[in-house]
Protein backbone atom coordinates (compact mmCIF):
# COMPACT_ATOMS: atom_id res chain seq x y z
CA UNK A 1 0.00 0.00 0.00
CA UNK A 2 1.24 3.78 -0.71
CA UNK A 3 0.59 6.31 1.66
CA UNK A 4 -1.21 9.57 0.35
CA UNK A 5 -1.58 11.82 3.66
CA UNK A 6 -2.80 10.68 6.07
CA UNK A 7 -4.61 7.62 4.17
CA UNK A 8 -3.74 4.74 2.29
CA UNK A 9 -4.30 3.47 -1.21
CA UNK A 10 -3.83 -0.06 -2.89
CA UNK A 11 -1.86 0.35 -5.98
CA UNK A 12 -2.84 -1.99 -8.80
CA UNK A 13 0.03 -3.21 -10.75
CA UNK A 14 -1.39 -1.60 -14.06
CA UNK A 15 -1.76 1.98 -12.09
CA UNK A 16 1.74 2.80 -13.53
CA UNK A 17 0.13 2.62 -17.15
CA UNK A 18 -1.36 5.12 -18.49
CA UNK A 19 -2.65 3.12 -21.44
CA UNK A 20 -3.91 0.72 -19.51
CA UNK A 21 -6.06 2.81 -17.29
CA UNK A 22 -7.41 4.23 -19.97
CA UNK A 23 -8.34 1.40 -21.64
CA UNK A 24 -9.50 -0.22 -18.75
CA UNK A 25 -11.50 2.55 -17.90
CA UNK A 26 -13.07 3.16 -21.42
CA UNK A 27 -14.14 -0.65 -21.98
CA UNK A 28 -15.78 -1.25 -18.96
CA UNK A 29 -18.43 2.00 -20.40
CA UNK A 30 -18.94 -0.41 -23.47
CA UNK A 31 -21.77 -3.34 -23.40
CA UNK A 32 -20.22 -6.95 -22.42
CA UNK A 33 -20.11 -8.81 -25.86
CA UNK A 34 -18.40 -5.06 -27.22
CA UNK A 35 -16.09 -5.99 -24.46
CA UNK A 36 -15.33 -9.35 -25.53
CA UNK A 37 -15.00 -8.39 -29.56
CA UNK A 38 -12.13 -5.85 -28.51
CA UNK A 39 -10.36 -8.23 -25.63
CA UNK A 40 -10.51 -10.79 -27.98
CA UNK A 41 -9.10 -8.58 -31.04
CA UNK A 42 -6.01 -7.47 -27.98
CA UNK A 43 -5.45 -11.53 -27.46
CA UNK A 44 -4.95 -12.07 -30.87
CA UNK A 45 -2.18 -8.95 -31.25
CA UNK A 46 -0.67 -10.91 -27.69
CA UNK A 47 -0.31 -13.98 -28.53
CA UNK A 48 0.26 -13.42 -32.58
CA UNK A 49 3.40 -10.77 -31.89
CA UNK A 50 4.71 -10.87 -28.95
CA UNK A 51 3.57 -14.55 -27.85
CA UNK A 52 1.74 -14.24 -24.72
CA UNK A 53 0.51 -17.02 -24.81
CA UNK A 54 3.83 -19.30 -25.10
CA UNK A 55 4.85 -16.78 -22.08
CA UNK A 56 1.99 -17.88 -20.10
CA UNK A 57 2.65 -21.64 -20.61
CA UNK A 58 5.87 -21.55 -19.94
CA UNK A 59 5.01 -19.74 -16.47
CA UNK A 60 4.44 -22.99 -14.46
CA UNK A 61 1.34 -24.41 -13.40
CA UNK A 62 0.64 -22.70 -9.87
CA UNK A 63 1.38 -19.55 -11.28
CA UNK A 64 -1.00 -20.01 -14.09
CA UNK A 65 -3.38 -21.74 -12.17
CA UNK A 66 -3.09 -18.63 -9.67
CA UNK A 67 -3.60 -16.54 -12.62
CA UNK A 68 -6.94 -18.22 -13.63
CA UNK A 69 -7.88 -18.01 -9.74
CA UNK A 70 -7.45 -14.70 -9.97
CA UNK A 71 -11.35 -14.47 -11.02
CA UNK A 72 -12.88 -15.03 -7.52
CA UNK A 73 -11.53 -11.73 -7.00
CA UNK A 74 -14.87 -10.16 -8.04
CA UNK A 75 -12.47 -7.46 -10.18
CA UNK A 76 -14.87 -5.63 -12.84
CA UNK A 77 -12.56 -7.13 -15.74
CA UNK A 78 -12.68 -10.49 -14.00
CA UNK A 79 -16.22 -10.77 -14.93
CA UNK A 80 -15.60 -11.20 -19.06
CA UNK A 81 -13.17 -13.99 -19.63
CA UNK A 82 -11.47 -12.59 -23.15
CA UNK A 83 -10.50 -9.13 -20.53
CA UNK A 84 -9.22 -10.93 -17.42
CA UNK A 85 -7.02 -12.89 -20.53
CA UNK A 86 -6.24 -9.19 -22.05
CA UNK A 87 -5.33 -8.46 -17.92
CA UNK A 88 -3.29 -11.37 -17.58
CA UNK A 89 -1.07 -11.23 -20.57
CA UNK A 90 -1.02 -7.18 -19.92
CA UNK A 91 0.97 -8.56 -16.32
CA UNK A 92 3.24 -11.01 -17.78
CA UNK A 93 4.75 -9.32 -20.35
CA UNK A 94 7.83 -7.53 -20.04
CA UNK A 95 7.62 -3.66 -19.79
CA UNK A 96 8.41 -3.18 -23.25
CA UNK A 97 5.45 -5.64 -24.88
CA UNK A 98 3.37 -4.70 -21.78
CA UNK A 99 3.61 -0.79 -23.24
CA UNK A 100 3.35 -2.09 -26.96
CA UNK A 101 0.57 -4.09 -26.30
CA UNK A 102 -1.43 -1.34 -23.97
CA UNK A 103 -1.09 1.55 -26.42
CA UNK A 104 -2.68 -0.89 -28.58
CA UNK A 105 -5.21 -2.19 -25.73
CA UNK A 106 -5.77 1.97 -25.22
CA UNK A 107 -6.32 2.58 -29.06
CA UNK A 108 -8.99 -0.23 -30.34
CA UNK A 109 -10.93 0.75 -27.30
CA UNK A 110 -10.71 4.34 -27.94
CA UNK A 111 -11.78 3.83 -31.25
CA UNK A 112 -15.04 1.77 -30.61
CA UNK A 113 -15.81 4.46 -27.76
CA UNK A 114 -15.78 6.75 -30.26
CA UNK A 115 -17.90 4.85 -32.57
CA UNK A 116 -20.40 4.26 -30.16
CA UNK A 117 -20.74 7.85 -28.98
CA UNK A 118 -21.04 8.90 -32.93
CA UNK A 119 -23.73 6.42 -33.27
CA UNK A 120 -25.55 7.73 -30.24
CA UNK A 121 -24.66 11.41 -31.61
CA UNK A 122 -26.69 10.41 -34.62
CA UNK A 123 -29.41 8.39 -33.41
CA UNK A 124 -28.06 5.17 -34.67
CA UNK A 125 -27.83 1.88 -32.53
CA UNK A 126 -24.55 1.02 -32.52
CA UNK A 127 -24.08 -3.04 -34.63
CA UNK A 128 -21.91 -5.59 -33.21
CA UNK A 129 -20.72 -6.67 -36.65
CA UNK A 130 -19.77 -3.25 -37.25
CA UNK A 131 -17.56 -3.61 -33.85
CA UNK A 132 -16.18 -7.06 -35.04
CA UNK A 133 -14.90 -5.52 -38.53
CA UNK A 134 -13.63 -2.67 -37.17
CA UNK A 135 -11.49 -5.23 -34.74
CA UNK A 136 -10.53 -7.47 -37.15
CA UNK A 137 -9.02 -4.37 -39.13
CA UNK A 138 -6.80 -3.43 -36.16
CA UNK A 139 -5.85 -6.72 -35.82
CA UNK A 140 -5.39 -7.51 -39.46
CA UNK A 141 -3.18 -4.61 -40.22
CA UNK A 142 -1.27 -4.72 -36.76
CA UNK A 143 -2.83 -2.19 -34.89
CA UNK A 144 -2.84 0.91 -37.24
CA UNK A 145 -5.97 3.56 -36.77
CA UNK A 146 -5.76 4.54 -40.16
CA UNK A 147 -7.19 1.57 -41.61
CA UNK A 148 -10.07 1.11 -38.92
CA UNK A 149 -10.93 4.58 -38.82
CA UNK A 150 -11.09 4.04 -42.90
CA UNK A 151 -13.40 1.25 -42.32
CA UNK A 152 -15.66 3.02 -40.35
CA UNK A 153 -15.49 6.46 -42.26
CA UNK A 154 -16.31 4.28 -45.46
CA UNK A 155 -19.36 2.63 -43.08
CA UNK A 156 -20.76 5.46 -41.82
CA UNK A 157 -19.40 8.79 -43.74
CA UNK A 158 -21.50 11.14 -41.62
CA UNK A 159 -18.93 10.28 -38.68
CA UNK A 160 -15.99 12.30 -40.57
CA UNK A 161 -18.01 15.61 -39.40
CA UNK A 162 -18.11 14.68 -35.79
CA UNK A 163 -14.20 13.34 -35.07
CA UNK A 164 -10.60 15.37 -36.15
CA UNK A 165 -9.37 12.08 -37.78
CA UNK A 166 -7.74 12.71 -40.84
CA UNK A 167 -9.74 12.34 -44.18
CA UNK A 168 -8.45 8.53 -45.77
CA UNK A 169 -6.45 9.21 -48.91
CA UNK A 170 -8.33 8.74 -51.64
CA UNK A 171 -7.61 6.22 -54.41
CA UNK A 172 -7.52 7.21 -58.29
CA UNK A 173 -7.85 4.52 -60.67
CA UNK A 174 -6.11 4.61 -64.52
CA UNK A 175 -6.74 2.37 -67.17
CA UNK A 176 -3.76 1.21 -68.71
CA UNK A 177 -4.75 -1.12 -71.30
CA UNK A 178 -7.96 -2.79 -70.32
CA UNK A 179 -5.95 -2.63 -66.74
CA UNK A 180 -7.05 -0.70 -63.88
CA UNK A 181 -4.19 0.63 -61.92
CA UNK A 182 -4.78 2.09 -58.15
CA UNK A 183 -2.96 5.06 -57.15
CA UNK A 184 -3.01 6.39 -53.52
CA UNK A 185 -3.61 10.50 -53.98
Not at 17 to 33: H, R
Not at 122 to 139: A, L, R, S, W
Request: overall charge negative; some cysteine; proline content about 4%.
Amino acid sequence: MAASGNRYTQRRWFDQYESINTALTKIQTLPSDFQTIVSSGVNVLAERNLEADEKLKSMGTQKVLALHKSKNRHREYDQNPELHRTMNYLLILPDESREHLGNQFRDITTTVVEYVEDCNATNQDPKKTEVEGMTQTFVDTDGSLEATRTYIIELHPEFVRLRKWPKPKEEVFEDDGGMKIRHAT
